[in-house]
C-alpha cells in the first residue's frame, strides 16, 4: 500500500520545500577593546554594540551578534550582555594574531555559521579574517580609524623600520581584498578610491555614546573642558 499523498503537496505530485522560520543574521565584529570583560565602570564599546545589535534587530528580526576581541590578557572569561556575545582570545604577539583569529573564526563559524565579518582594523585581524574567507565565502568590511597615507599615523599605528614596511605593505593587501571599507574620514576614503586601491568605501564617524553616569550634573557650571578621541 502506497502511503497518502500529503494535503499540501501539489497535484502532479511533486513535494513543496519545507517552509522553516527565517533565521535572522549572525553579525561578527573582530576588536580589542578588552575592557568589555570588566565588571565595574561604564564601557563605551559595551554601549556601542547594543545599539547596533537593536538597529539590527529591527532590521533583521532574530539576529545575533558576537563580538570576538582579541586581547593579551590570558584570564578572561566569555560574557554575554543584552543579547550580544563577547568572547575573548588571547595572543601574546602581534604576528601570531592572524592564525589565532582564523582559529576563532573557524571554531564560531562551526557551532553559528556567520553571515558578515567586521574587522577594527585592516591588519593583522582583517588578514585572518581573509584566511578563513579563502573556504568560507562571507561578506568583509574593514574599518581604518586612522589617516593611511600619513607618515605620522602610520608609524603610530604600524611601527617604524621593517616592521611597519611589512604590515603596511600587508594593509594594502588586506583592504583590496575586503567587501567594503569604512573609514572614519571623507579625505581617507578619497585617498583610497583616488589610488585606485578600493571602489566601495564609505565614510561614517563613529558613534559614541554619552553615558548618563558621565555626564555632569544638570545646572553644572564647571570651568573643565573634556576631549573626546574614538
Known amino acids: 500500500m502506497t502511503a497518502p499523498m500529503p494535503t499540501d503537496a501539489p497535484k502532479n505530485g511533486s513535494l513543496r520545500p519545507l517552509q522553516t522560520e527565517p533565521r535572522g543574521l549572525h553579525v561578527v565584529q573582530i576588536g580589542y577593546d578588552d575592557s568589555v570583560f570588566a565588571d565595574h565602570g561604564p564601557s563605551d564599546t559595551i554601549e556601542r554594540q547594543l545599539l547596533y545589535l537593536r ?8 539576529s545575533t551578534m558576537t563580538m570576538l576581541t582579541l586581547t593579551q590578557r590570558p584570564a578572561l572569561s566569555p560574557r554575554e550582555i543584552q543579547g550580544v556575545h ?28 556567520i553571515d558578515l ?19 568560507t565565502p562571507v561578506p568583509l568590511i574593514g ?4 589617516d593611511l597615507f600619513d607618515r605620522a599615523a602610520r608609524r603610530e599605528n604600524l611601527g617604524n623600520g621593517v616592521r611597519g614596511a611589512i604590515r603596511y605593505f600587508l594593509t594594502l593587501q588586506c583592504l583590496r581584498r575586503c567587501t567594503m571599507l569604512k573609514t572614519d574620514a571623507q579625505r581617507t576614503a578619497d585617498h ?21 553616569e558621565l555626564l555632569p550634573p544638570r545646572g ?3 570651568n573643565e573642558q573634556r576631549v573626546l578621541f574614538v
Not at 577594527?120 to 579563502?134: I, M, N, P, R, S
Not at 574599518?143 to 586612522?146: A, L
Not at 583610497?192 to 555614546?209: D, E, R
Open 143 to 146: 574599518q581604518i580609524h586612522y
Open 86 to 113: 563577547f568572547i575573548p582570545f588571547p595572543y601574546r604577539r602581534w604576528i601570531q594574531i592572524p592564525m589565532v583569529v582564523l582559529r576563532a573564526l573557524r571554531q564560531l563559524h562551526t557551532n553559528h555559521p
Open 220 to 222: 553644572h557650571a564647571g
Open 192 to 212: 583610497i578610491i583616488s589610488k585606485g586601491l578600493h571602489s566601495n568605501v564609505h565614510a561614517i564617524p563613529i558613534p559614541v555614546t554619552m553615558l548618563q
Open 55 to 62: 538597529e539590527l534587530e529591527r532590521r533583521a528580526p532574530q
Open 117 to 135: 565579518l567586521t574587522t577594527q582594523t585592516v591588519h593583522e585581524d582583517c588578514l585572518g579574517a581573509l584566511f578563513f574567507l579563502g573556504r
